[in-house]
């Protein structure tokens, strides 16, 4: 499935940079243009690295202890992007001259993205100049640009000079928050290189100590070496070709990275194509797992299928790193992995490709250790804090109560250890990692709350929605700390966990402890209204005077004091509804239902977390036109840029989130200890709804019919409730 | 009375600098050595003029909205107190050679410090130096060093050379949150120049634009001018002397401050002992009307001048600024104004100076356009919100949950209208700034708070203890805004200021409104343990454990992060036992005496404004042993560094907060609606405590005498109960 954008539009370059952009788990490299643009067109011009990162200071106001004053970065590496064109003595550039026509085309099946231009030169000379572009999933150090020119309507002479830059810096917009306010340089090239006609960049990070090698290595069809660059003879309908072949390797995987790196540049001995081939297998792979089909709306069905790629562009090749908030197709939150990674991406991966899902567990495990000295730092006598926002494990967030103070990261974790143990049965993973970060994250919650008139409550903390911050007994987070010590209990007792839970010292007081307090788990409940208050003092307060709030003062958090702004009922995004989405258990479904009704009347979905969410849980309640509204919106969040940053990067929290409100939204999909079921509610224009799990290592195909005012699963009718998937088919 | 210390030092310089400082209100001089210090020993040599500022960056972690991220800061002037003395040869200096006598003394009915050394230098001469220096209080553009040499075994040659220098930074610690984190250049140099035989330095601060121009001048017996100095033969036993006469002027006073200051500099032609003579006269009329006698304790009592002698060198010349938290004693908390003003330093200074009271609130007036933009700015629709830190009225605090949050500021100038009215019954100053104050304060009341279940709340705001942040329904602070409105009401109504009120636009609803909200304002009360919870949610919070905490993590701010210690009841110092010493018509004396008693449970005190409030509370409630232990460590804070920071700078509000707890908790002091009175409690140790107050315009001592259990005031006898002082003699 191909999505592309015909038609050369010089407003949107930062836009479209971000959604061609090639990236495969380790590499991401946004979809620049080779020869630039010209002065007074902004870029992001860039290149990352899954855990790539430097240390950059970020001093505090007032810096009162404990207050993080530095940071991580994630940073732009030496640029291979760079190729330019002279077609006759005449700098190529659609700037100039004419695109008479202009295309962008991303295929999702072959893996790559193409960019093709007819191109009149200012003194008319025409040339079609077609460009490939593909991260390699399968050998994720390799990214290669197929640089192909054909002349169309002239003689002459063709020149291409193809570069590797490493003098880079990292990108900064002081007006927003959510992206570093400096430009920074965060390299510095150490050493440039030419071996056996590949040219070498190696660079390293000003503090963190990490060094980054680039090569870059050329095949051309119909143009030869010449001075520092390549020249051809241009004949009217005869292609020219330069296959840039470029990798990419780190010294946080890599001990010698100009070694390593020239090992990796064997690439250039096989052909493109078997590069392109083994790329279309790789995806053919993924879709036949991955792929969720809507019958009766292509659109939604495209922004699907978008969104899916993006999340396996997203998603980490290795443990080194989580996935970033913004994947590794820009700067935006400086590269820093949240929640997004275990609550929005983790569930859709989870489902289809458990080995990822595994691979973003094990970072959590790999970066416990900072987690428990991060506990003990802030004053806690025992557990695990995991960071608010981090690459390397440590916390970077500068104003805690919208961060550090967002405990629920911890739970957020905990609940994604849960849910692939429900979904793999992995008891290996269990033994050497899970139980292991299910009781350190237990232990912080015993740590953090007290019993106050017998119930267990959780004070001072901030729950998922950032527009009410350190509050008592956020129901979110007691929700989830709840799930958490009453699974960490369960597991450590769980035959085949036992030696595990043994040898990490695990006592019987303690889980006696973990049970007592998650049974007694204060839950805030009102009565009157019939809803669970998101905290102690939410429904105490004023509703924000959305009537005289202009539409231009939305965002809210770029137009009031933080201060002002938690004195309101008014939610920035899903929160006791995110918790009646994973934890439905937990509330009457009129409790659910009332909840609903009335946090939408207070949230202005400021997040891109938000919508998908409020489908899911609408669609669960059978408000179909509702949740038909929400998903659209959330579908199509990156492709309509309707947040107006999808330039620093996508949003793969939004796009997790838009798979999960399909498949435990439309689909019902749930997973727990007995097992797999559905009670799917299409939205009225879905003919039908198709997609594949696999769970326990089976691969099971679920489709979804309409059957009358009902649906079929599998042919299987359902009659409106809740059918197993282990009692269908096949 | 003088306080004096004896002996050569080294390791208390700082803090000696600070206790030494002279100040007048306009200008401060640390008491830094003339000749500096060897290398190694650090000082923190500085010059201050109130309300003369520099904006400083101040960069936010997470620039969120409504951030503060510029601040003032208080700046180091030219240095004008050097001056270098070689006798035969030899540098004074006592860390070389021989300090044979040492001695500091603060002479403060004089009103001014001396330093004498009997030295010897390393080849064996010796000489007696004196230096004798004076902030004058009369013409506050004056300081003076009388710097006289008496040779004492030798003939020779005395050199000296007198400095000023332009070329100075601000001092900085990058380890304590109180004091700027680095060392900073805030003023160039613009002009040096000799007029008349005296030198000028024009130097200009690098970002607020404000000016300063000092002038130095002198006058010599037995010296005469010689190169860059001074030469004169010693003689023993006769005397030299140098004369240094500094003047200082600022932009924000005059606006050629060259030309100010050349005139300023006519002070030369008056003989310094004229100038002496009018410090003693004016300080004789000072301690007339200011003067505390404590009978039967002599260290007490030397304190007690010494608290009250600091805070009228700390309080403010004219309106341009506030009394600043340290004065004008050093750097500490960059030379802002916080509450300390209003709450602590104001009450004493009301009583015995209220010329002084009234230029203080008429600074928070002509600042009130800047707080009526800051609440707009946050997003208030009405009303004015004070800065909680600032020199020019603009908001500096950079972490605002223990900063811009604590609204109670508004509260407290509200306050502090209100009893200046009292004791001055002002009309004037009511009809042209203090009704406008109230009306601005009550008015950011009602839109801050709101009404639920019929009883008026007040969200989201931080009280005096600044270990409980971003809380709903602070006691201190509703109580507060509870008096602010009622006597904004009030005072609109009262005959004398209904045409100010008129002129204001104040609507009779609107009056209306501020009844009744204060009517419905809910003022937290727990029923089981009988007291007022410091907010909706601080019982519910388990206690600090005191037990398990070493003497070593003390003050906690140093050593926990903040939202760790948010979770807990402790708390930094007096908030609803300040709220009951200063509205103790809000509660029963029982609710009183057990919020006393539970609060001092949890109270570290690790704020210096803290013991006071609990002394004065003590001292009602005739718990005196607690009083009078409180007391003695209050009045001795800074003589005995016993926070660990009077180097940089004096802790005024404990100053004043000290002299308060001595009126209002021993001597029972009370002003009202209908007149003054006296319910007096001593210590034990005192055997009579005599001050004076100006109540109306009327000068009045009070005398307090032991008599048999009870107390008599000038001769009646109280029987513990409470009497009118104007029923009272003369």
């Given at each position: 499935m191909i999505y592309s954008i015909k038609g050369f539009d010089k407003t949107k370059l930062k836009l479209h940079e971000t959604l061609f952009h090639n990236a495969n788990g380790y590499l991401g490299v946004r979809s620049c243009f080779e020869e630039g643009y010209p002065e007074g067109f902004g870029t992001i011009r860039g290149m990352y690295v899954s855990g790539v990162y430097n240390i950059a200071e970020m001093p505090q106001a007032e810096p009162l202890?404990?207050?993080?004053d530095k940071k991580q970065a994630v940073v732009n590496i030496a640029d291979a992007q760079g190729i330019e064109l002279y077609i006759d003595g005449e700098r190529f550039s659609p700037f100039d001259g004419e695109a008479l026509e202009f295309e962008r085309a991303l295929d999702m099946e072959a893996g790559v993205t193409c960019r093709r231009i007819h191109w009149r030169s200012p003194r008319g000379k025409e040339a079609e100049v077609l460009i490939k572009r593909m991260a390699s999933f399968v050998k994720p150090s390799l990214f290669t640009i197929e640089y192909c020119v054909t002349p169309l309507n002239f003689s002459g002479e063709i020149r291409v000079i193809s570069g590797l830059n490493g003098h880079v810096t990292n990108h900064g917009n002081p007006g927003d928050p959510r992206v570093a306010s400096e430009r920074r340089r965060h390299m510095d090239v150490q050493d440039e290189l030419v071996i056996d006609g590949v040219d070498y960049v190696v660079s390293a990070t000003s503090r963190s100590g990490i060094k980054v090698c680039v090569g870059a290595g050329h095949k051309t069809r119909g143009l030869a070496r010449s001075g520092p660059g390549f020249i051809g003879i241009a004949k009217p309908g005869v292609a020219l070709v330069l296959e840039k072949y470029v990798v990419v390797v780190d010294s946080r995987r890599h001990k010698d990275v100009l070694k390593a790196a020239q090992k990796e540049m064997q690439a250039l001995k096989s052909e493109l194509s078997s590069h392109y081939d083994a790329q279309k297998a790789y995806l053919a792979d993924f879709w036949e797992r991955s792929a969720m089909e809507i019958e009766g709306n292509g659109d939604l069905n495209l922004a699907m299928r978008f969104n899916l790629y993006q999340l396996l562009q997203s998603a980490p090749e290795d443990s080194v790193c989580g996935m970033a908030a913004k994947g590794l197709s820009g700067e935006g939150y400086e590269g820093h992995c949240f929640w997004d990674g275990e609550m929005f991406a983790f569930p859709a991966l989870l489902l289809t490709q458990p080995e990822i899902a595994r691979k973003m567990l094990m970072f959590r495990y790999n970066t416990l250790n900072a987690a428990i000295e991060n506990a003990r730092f802030i004053g806690h006598k025992n557990g695990a804090l995991f960071p608010w926002r981090t690459i390397n494990g440590t916390e970077c967030s500068g104003y805690y109560p919208s961060g550090a103070a967002q405990y629920h990261i911890n739970g957020d974790i905990g609940y994604a250890v849960v849910q692939y143990w429900l979904v793999s049965g992995d008891v290996e993973f269990m033994q050497n990692a899970g139980l292991e970060l299910l009781l350190q994250i237990s232990r912080l919650w015993l740590d953090t709350g007290h019993y106050h008139n017998g119930r267990f409550m959780i004070n001072g903390v901030t729950g998922p929605d950032e527009y009410t911050c350190m509050v008592n007994n956020n129901y979110y987070t007691n929700a989830l700390a709840k799930h958490n010590m009453r699974w960490t209990a369960k597991l450590a007792e769980t035959a085949g966990l036992a030696s595990a839970a043994e040898s990490l010292g695990i006592r019987g007081e303690e889980l006696k402890a973990f049970r007592q307090a998650a049974e007694a788990m204060y839950l805030p409940y009102d009565k009157n209204l019939g809803i669970n208050p998101q905290d102690d003092s939410f429904l105490q307060k004023p509703v924000w005077d959305f009537g005289n709030t202009p539409p231009s003062h939305y965002p809210l958090l770029l137009h009031y004091h933080p201060m002002h702004l938690y004195r309101f009922q008014v939610c920035k995004q899903a929160d006791v509804v995110m918790a009646h989405f994973i934890l439905e258990d937990e509330q009457s479904r009129e409790t659910m239902e009332k909840s609903f009704l009335y946090y939408e009347k207070v949230t202005t979905h400021d997040s891109s977390l938000s919508k998908p969410i409020f489908c899911a849980v609408a669609a669960k309640l059978g408000v179909m036109n509702k949740a038909t509204g929400y998903f659209k919106d959330s579908a199509n969040l990156d492709l309509r840029d309707s947040h107006g940053n999808t330039s620093d990067g996508i949003h793969t929290a939004n796009m997790g989130g838009t798979c999960m409100a399909a498949l435990f939204g439309f689909a019902g999909l749930r997973i727990n200890d007995e097992g797999i079921s559905l009670e799917p509610r299409l939205p009225p224009d879905w003919q039908g709804f198709t997609f594949r799990i696999m769970y326990r290592g089976e691969l099971r195909e679920v489709r979804i019919t309409r059957d009358g005012k009902g649906c079929a699963v599998n042919g299987v009718k359902t009659d409106g409730g809740r059918v197993s998937l282990r009692h269908l088919s096949p």
């Open positions: 202890y404990g207050f993080v």
